[in-house]
């Protein structure tokens, strides 16, 4: 990747651990402040157990980004979309088995 797509991957993944805790949230399991990713990693993987996996490629990617280092190749960025997806897909589900329960 060039320097400038580069930047986008990461401004990507930035985005995706925020839309990660978002659904956390949304799901009775958000990240506290005081709270670092990898501490947050137990808690998130009790919402989505069978994804932990992907949510370790998703944090550690962040984790990478957050202090500094650029995603180098389309396959980084792709691992982490695909990740999110199947824990976005998880997490609509696990929404709507909980909208039908009320």
Excluded: N
Aim: charged share 30%.
């Amino acid at each position: 990747l060039r320097r400038k797509e580069r930047l986008r991957a990461a401004a990507r993944i930035r985005r995706i651990y925020a839309d990660l805790m978002d659904l956390c949230c949304e799901l009775g399991q958000p990240r506290p402040e005081s709270v670092t990713p990898l501490e947050f990693m137990p808690a998130a993987t009790v919402v989505f157990p069978s994804l932990d996996d992907d949510l370790e490629e998703i944090t550690t990617s962040y984790m990478r980004v957050r202090y500094g280092e650029l995603p180098e190749t389309h396959q980084e960025v792709a691992l982490v979309e695909t990740a999110w997806k199947r824990i976005s897909d998880q997490g609509l589900l696990m929404k709507k088995q909980a909208r039908a329960q009320k």
